[in-house]
């Protein structure tokens, strides 16, 4: 009998304890992948960034409003080449109040910004034949049932609608972004209908709440930062232009210490499976001592019976982590549509798999180590003069 | 007849390395609880027991936060001088104690150097202190002083964010504001900039104010204020006014309901997960205590212990590994308790500091969960224990 079939055996023979301990280490890889995860999903803007995408907003405060006027000064530096407005609407949908992310935006100019926006249902065409025609990501679509052509009321936060009653967009086609540049959950609209619409209720036009602008391919970013900072440096609202992944970096950012809480817990799991994983060892190697003897007995080298012992425990903890890496992996697209728009960018990554798979053999070789060094050290006589 | 307590104690100690393992990963596990509890308790209490019922704030009809409201000079006039609801300083024939404030938050970097976020910014009136009585203090520097270009700073942002020391500049838009005084009150308010109302009007290029606060009379509670509030929410007495009211501390609890619901789900969410894990690891602690006392329960059960007692037995053993473990998991948690921390409250976009709570009903939270553990996994080993046939169990030894 070769030593891996008699470690399969010693595990097969307490099938409780191996399926419980298989199960527990399951548990907690699957929970340390998914936290990963969530910290890692935090940063999926600034990792889908682009160079030659930049962002200009107030340099005092997200909510404060730019001029239009500031759109044709902002187009004429040299190497702009695509400019959108981009006004954050904030409205609510259903009897739930469910929030999401809607943006109203120059729409003829979303594609040549953002050609990540990939179009699975219906045509940018259609979408700039109905004035209130609106363009949402998949995820979102499959949220709520939309439907192309469905009406999706939204009740306005912050620019309420002309009779107080909700704002209606029509559903003309339906994205997938191709990066994490853009999120799947955003519904974007006509620039012009929301124009419109706020000059009825407020008796002015709205202002911009960020330009994004596309440089020309050998631009200099630096400069046109500098020079588009420059325009509006004595007023009447300072502007601060960013590449794309300094302003999404802000909103990172703006999390604070939540990935070190998440770091903490992950710690926390970590030490408990640890634990768990040595108990069930320790259990095991009590219960082979007079086993241990006897191979010794009849010839079987300290190393070798050792080696049974770390062998038992990787293989456990193997088992038992592939099935919660596995587990991550498969439950990927879930509970990213079930986070939606909390963590958008919610993907179980392959560094994480990489890092899971590295924490599992630790675990493994950690909790079988004491064990066989144990089982190493055994003298003969008195293993066999042990019972079981 | 039960079996003693001091049997299923030393067993405990007997099987010492199993219980310490055990013991630590249930102590590991409720730590985590404990510890996004804490941090749960804290945030909630900074907003929720500093909320006040005699202070009202006044928001635009559909808005749900001060950032998102806006209501015109003429409108916030109307409403402080007009509304009988509103108390007044020093007798009916003083002056309302009312303010018009604004509110918008300001992109600031951190003083660690690890980024942006976002700071809230308040320009308000003498009233606005005034409503605040002896919960506002100025610990450094001096007061505000009305129509000047400076602004006074709450306690917790001064070794958070940049800038916030006294002397310094507060740079808004086009205009420096010097930061005369630090101030302390109880609430949210620590981690907010204050200056003159009508100053951040003009530096921020803002039309509107956000909100108005007001002192109610005394007698508005209860059924009277709820009246008032529905009266405004009908319009049809003040038909131009348009906006709806909120006391102070109804307000506050509705900005921390996001942030709080996703810390409970979180807890909750770790706990089932975690609690799982843990509960294998003591159902697999106390199957191996069943087995290798075997021989022993075989000894119990013919000296005519019933197999009820032996199954109580074995549960009570689970359940002070579950308690030990808890009061480990307890100790380990409580060396957070007032640390500060800070995250952005994604109901106002602003960053809020706040203390890690460790309170009572965390650490009864965290018990009873502990305690749950060792039952759950303690029930089906003190079963089969229970279930062993005398005869059977003298065999093995």
């Given at each position: 009998m070769s030593s891996f079939r008699l470690v399969r055996r010693y595990l097969g023979k307490h099938k409780v304890r191996s399926g419980l301990t298989i199960a527990s280490l399951v548990v907690a890889l699957f929970l340390l992948c998914m936290l990963r995860s969530l910290v890692v999903a935090l940063d999926a803007?600034?990792?889908?960034?682009?160079?030659?995408?930049?962002?200009?907003?107030?340099?005092?405060?997200?909510?404060?409003?730019?001029?239009?006027?500031?759109?044709?000064?902002?187009?004429?530096?040299?190497?702009?080449?695509?400019?959108?407005?981009?006004?954050?609407?904030?409205?609510?949908?259903?009897?739930?109040?469910?929030?999401?992310?809607?943006?109203?935006?120059?729409?003829?100019?979303?594609?040549?910004?953002?050609?990540?926006?990939?179009?699975?249902?219906?045509?940018?065409?259609?979408?700039?034949?109905?004035?209130?025609?609106?363009?949402?990501?998949?995820?979102?679509?499959?949220?709520?049932?939309w439907k192309v052509g469905q009406t999706v009321p939204l009740l306005a936060t912050i620019f309420p609608a002309p009779d107080g009653g909700a704002w209606e967009f029509t559903v003309r086609a339906i994205y997938e972004p191709t990066s994490s540049a853009v999120d799947g959950n955003t519904m974007f609209f006509h620039w012009n209908y929301f124009e419109e619409t706020v000059k009825a209720s407020f008796g002015e036009a709205p202002g911009t709440g960020t330009y994004f602008l596309r440089t020309a391919p050998d631009a200099d970013q630096v400069a046109i930062a500098a020079s588009v900072e420059q325009l509006f440096e004595n007023g009447p609202q300072r502007v601060s232009c960013s590449t794309e992944a300094e302003f999404q970096a802000q909103f990172v950012s703006m999390v604070g210490n939540v990935p070190f809480f998440v770091s903490a817990i992950g710690g926390g799991v970590l030490i408990a499976i640890v634990l768990a994983c040595i108990n069930t060892m320790l259990m095991a190697f009590r219960e082979q001592l007079h086993d241990a003897g006897i191979l010794k007995a009849v010839g079987f080298t300290d190393g070798s019976v050792a080696g049974m012992m770390l062998t038992q425990s990787l293989l456990l903890c193997g088992i038992g982590g592939f099935g919660g890496i596995a587990l991550a992996k498969l439950s990927e697209p879930g509970l990213r549509a079930a986070l939606g728009s909390m963590f958008p960018g919610y993907e179980v990554t392959s560094e994480t798999l990489l890092l899971a798979t590295g924490l599992t053999l630790a675990i493994g070789l950690v909790a079988g180590v004491m064990p066989a060094l144990r089982a190493r050290a055994l003298r003969v006589v008195e293993a066999l003069r042990s019972v079981e | 007849m039960l079996v003693p307590l001091s049997y299923t104690l030393r067993s405990l100690f007997v099987r010492r390395s199993a219980t310490l393992l055990t013991v630590l990963g249930i102590g590991a596990t409720v730590a985590v609880l404990a510890g996004?509890?804490?941090?749960?308790?804290?945030?909630?209490?900074?907003?929720?027991?500093?909320?006040?019922?005699?202070?009202?704030?006044?928001?635009?009809?559909?808005?749900?936060?001060?950032?998102?409201?806006?209501?015109?000079?003429?409108?916030?006039?109307?409403?402080?001088?007009?509304?009988?609801?509103?108390?007044?300083?020093?007798?009916?024939?003083?002056?309302?104690?009312?303010?018009?404030?604004?509110?918008?938050?300001?992109?600031?970097?951190?003083?660690?150097?690890?980024?942006?976020?976002?700071?809230?910014?308040?320009?308000?009136?003498?009233?606005?202190?005034?409503?605040?009585?002896?919960?506002?203090?100025?610990?450094?520097?001096?007061?505000?002083?009305?129509?000047?270009?400076?602004?006074?700073?709450?306690?917790?942002?001064?070794?958070?964010?940049?800038?916030?020391?006294?002397?310094?500049?507060?740079?808004?838009?086009?205009?420096?504001?010097?930061?005369?005084?630090?101030?302390?009150?109880?609430?949210?308010?620590?981690?907010?900039?204050?200056?003159?109302?009508?100053?951040?009007?003009?530096?921020?290029?803002?039309?509107?104010?956000?909100?108005?606060?007001?002192?109610?009379?005394?007698?508005?509670?209860g059924d009277e204020y709820d009246a008032f509030a529905a009266m405004l929410a009908d319009g049809s007495t003040y038909q131009d006014l348009k906006v709806k009211v909120f006391t102070e501390r109804a307000y506050l609890e509705s900005m921390t309901g996001a942030l709080a619901t996703t810390l409970l789900a979180l807890s909750i969410g770790l706990s089932v997960i975690m609690g799982l894990a843990a509960t294998f690891t003591a159902t697999n602690t106390m199957l191996s205590a069943v087995a290798s006392r075997t021989h022993e329960i075989g000894i119990l059960l013919s000296l005519g212990f019933r197999p009820f007692p032996i199954f109580l037995s074995f549960l009570f053993e689970a359940l002070v590994l579950g308690l030990i473990g808890g009061a480990v998991g307890c100790l380990l948690a409580l060396p957070i308790n007032g640390i500060e921390t800070g995250t952005t409250n994604f109901a106002t976009f602003t960053e809020v500091a706040f203390a890690f709570r460790v309170t009572l009903p965390v650490l009864g939270g965290a018990i009873t969960f502990a305690l749950a553990l060792g039952l759950l996994g303690g029930a089906v080993p003190a079963w089969r224990a229970a279930r062993l046939a005398p005869t059977e169990a003298l065999r093995r030894r």
């Open positions: 803007g600034v990792r889908g960034a682009k160079r030659d995408r930049l962002v200009v907003q107030s340099a005092v405060s997200l909510f404060v409003d730019l001029p239009q006027s500031y759109q044709a000064k902002i187009a004429a530096v040299e190497g702009v080449q695509t400019l959108c407005k981009w006004q954050w609407f904030g409205g609510r949908y259903g009897d739930e109040d469910a929030f999401f992310a809607q943006f109203a935006v120059d729409m003829d100019q979303l594609n040549d910004l953002y050609p990540e926006v990939s179009l699975v249902e219906g045509s940018w065409a259609d979408v700039a034949a109905d004035r209130r025609g609106c363009l949402v990501g998949r995820s979102l679509a499959k949220q709520f049932d | 996004v509890l804490a941090l749960r308790a804290g945030f909630t209490s900074l907003f929720v027991q500093n909320g006040r019922d005699d202070v009202a704030v006044f928001l635009r009809q559909g808005a749900t936060s001060e950032g998102e409201s806006g209501i015109t000079r003429e409108t916030c006039d109307r409403l402080i001088k007009t509304l009988p609801q509103i108390a007044k300083s020093g007798g009916p024939e003083g002056a309302p104690l009312a303010a018009m404030e604004c509110y918008l938050a300001v992109r600031r970097n951190k003083a660690d150097g690890s980024g942006e976020t976002n700071v809230p910014i308040r320009g308000v009136q003498a009233a606005s202190l005034a409503i605040r009585g002896d919960s506002f203090r100025f610990t450094e520097g001096r007061a505000l002083q009305f129509g000047a270009d400076e602004v006074v700073v709450g306690r917790k942002l001064v070794d958070r964010i940049e800038n916030c020391r006294l002397g310094d500049v507060v740079q808004l838009n086009t205009t420096p504001f010097r930061v005369v005084g630090i101030f302390e009150c109880d609430g949210p308010f620590e981690s907010e900039i204050w200056g003159d109302f009508e100053r951040m009007l003009v530096a921020l290029q803002r039309p509107v104010a956000n909100r108005v606060v007001a002192k109610l009379n005394p007698e508005i509670v």
